[in-house]
């Protein structure tokens, strides 16, 4: 059985993924991937999305080169999430911070829990 085979993909054939350092742990950001993104993710060893809103695909950092190169690729339980441990070259958001999760709620509120990297 192919490793393609055993995702699933949604309606509109993508899958979520989700970037984690690989040294730290922290989440990255989340992105989506078709079957074109995996395939070029593992036969290149750096990470490629599929953008919804340019409706193209795209290797992370190719304009910004805030490259993402995979340590290791898993696919969860359901076969419908993937998670990539990547080691990250620059910021992983394209707010200039490292992570795109960068606020957190506090009571009623989101904080700013990261100011952008300069």
Not at 37 to 59: D, I, M, N, P
Not at 81 to 110: M, V
Request: proline share 3%; aromatic share 8%; charged share 20%.
């Amino acid at each position: 059985m192919s490793l393609l085979s055993q995702i699933k993909f949604n309606d509109t054939g993508l899958v979520p993924a989700i970037a984690q350092d690989a040294e730290t742990g922290r989440v990255l950001m989340m992105a989506w991937m078709n079957a074109e993104a995996v395939e070029q993710t593992l036969a290149t060893g750096f990470a490629h999305y599929y953008s919804r809103s340019r409706q193209k695909q795209w290797k992370k950092g190719e304009s910004s080169g805030h490259i993402q190169k995979v340590m290791g690729m898993y696919l969860d339980c359901d076969g419908d999430t993937i998670l990539i441990k990547i080691e990250q070259t620059g910021p992983a958001c394209h707010t200039n911070r490292e992570s795109c999760f960068y606020r957190q709620q506090q009571g009623a509120e989101w904080i700013i829990i990261e100011e952008p990297i300069r």
